[in-house]
């Protein structure tokens, strides 16, 4: 390391805009968290980070234990769970919030540092545009992430040394620690940024030296999951058993058609619905047109020695790794978590244009995305369709949509009929929520069973209920996408039919979910 690293300076002539955009962050996270932090309940995406933080908070261990998002937001979580004694789901989402605040502050930080000095009005215009994009807040630690490498990634740009390659390695190693994903999004957009910064290289580490280091940081970046990797008796084989169907599928998620403006079926649509659709669809063409022109632009600018916004050229290298996360899965909610290079990126660029370019472009960016995602905010539409009712979710009581409440209430009316205190029971495929509102570890490891199963995995499944020896099951065939082969009993055939041979039906069989209980319990 350098002396550079004690001479960094930390803010920039704009410090006091600084300043007050971390205030403001806060701010407006403050308010989002009075208005929509007791609303809204997802029984699935929710209820898999909150089960997980909560077995964590007993001693259990991500992936090894149960099926889970990488280790980072779950010791997260349940630190903060830890310290404010409380395991609900609302303290979850407080969690969450505060990591998005840190990266905010950290990404839009470099925004300002790195741009021209701009009126107060202009950067709360940056702040509603990208914080609007980031609705559910089980997945704030997604739309986040990204948030942390463009900052980062602009300061190595802004003065490339041994130091901050150091520091970009580490952070994308810890980014990788709550992502792998958006770790491996890191890994191209640093190595992207290092040959970037080697083109008319001044006064810069070589190449060789620049990914020396770097790789260092990445090191010890991720030495909490190498740590595991390890000590951890089971945890590799769980990590590697989780990673390698990735490579075999060749697939991360269940894919979707992309929703191109051009596909929408104009005659049965509303006015506003075919508004929405073309929004989306151009986002989706935006993103990848944004990436591919602003890296041949950005190149084209230090070849010619001109310079540019940091904030600008990380946000461009990002913006096609994002997109791949968006098409991905290619519906509205991975769209949101793809946009923040887009965002920051398109602001970074107003910043530097003439008011009469910069005022009507980042109006209409802002207006845009409030009319795009403020309807699918829990606060929002809560308070303008008038479908939500109270009720308690384990020690919370939030507000949630009436069909979600009733499923609530199934469940509690369920658990009050048929599961004692001392037993645990099955809720398969789409529910681990359930487990955290009842206080239950789950009998399966697999607690959000979307996928297909091996059958050497589902007949271990199968030991775990025998060796748990559950009450209860309560099993929803729906199907996913309306794909029947993603049916419970499709993807699960072997685990299905256990159950079908061990439990008996409850309830009537046209009603979904099916209620089965154990035939050994009825004994």
Known sequence: MNEQCLKDKYFSDNHKQIILICLMIVTVITAIFFWEGHKGFSMSDEGFLWYGAQRVLLGEIPFRDFDSYDIGRYYWSAAFMSLAGDNGVVILRMAAMLFQTIAL?????????????????FWLLAVISLMVWMVNPHK????????????????????????????????????????RNHGLYGVVGSISVMLYLIIK????????????YWSLGVIVGYLPVLIFLAVVPGFALAFWGYIRPVFEIKATNIPLSVPWPWLLPFGKLSTVEIMRGMIIG?????????????????????????PVSPVLVASFFLALPYAHYAFSRADLFHLARSTPPFIIGIFALLASQPAK??????????????????????????QSNHQCV??????????VHFRTAQNLTMLNNIA?????????????????????????????????????????????EIERIKASNPCLAIIDNSS??????????????IVYQYIIENFERVNDATNNPAIYRSKQSKK
């Not at 502050?105 to 009005?121: A, D, H, T, V, Y």
């Not at 996913?480 to 055939?493: A, H, K, P, Q, V």
């Open 105 to 121: 502050c950290i990404g839009l930080s470099m925004l300002i540092r790195n741009s021209k000095r701009q009126s107060n009005i």
């Open 140 to 179: 704030l630690f997604d739309i986040s992430l990204p948030v942390i490498l463009i900052g980062s990634l602009a300061y190595l740009i802004e003065q490339p040394s041994h130091c901050r390659y150091f520091l970009i390695g580490l952070i994308v190693g810890l980014v990788a620690v709550f992502g």
């Open 201 to 212: 290289r001044e006064n810069a580490p070589s190449l060789i030296t620049a990914f020396t």
């Open 282 to 306: 151009t986002f989706f063409i935006a993103l990848v047109v944004f990436g591919v022109l602003g890296i041949a632009w950005v190149i084209r600018q230090r070849l010619q020695n001109k």
């Open 357 to 382: 370019t910069k005022w009507p472009f980042a109006a209409l960016l802002c207006g845009v995305s409030l009319f795009l995602m403020l309807p699918i905010h829990p606060g929002w539409y809560c």
């Open 390 to 399: 109270n009720i308690k979710v384990a020690k919370d009581n939030l507000k």
């Open 416 to 460: 009050t009929q048929f599961i004692p205190h001392d037993r645990t029971f099955i809720c398969a495929p789409f529910c681990p929520g359930a487990y955290a509102i009842l206080g239950r570890k789950s009998p399966i490891w697999n607690i959000y069973a979307t996928g297909t199963s091996g059958a050497t995995f589902q007949q271990a």
């Open 480 to 493: 996913i996408d309306g794909r029947e082969d993603l049916r419970f009993c499709n993807t699960n055939s």
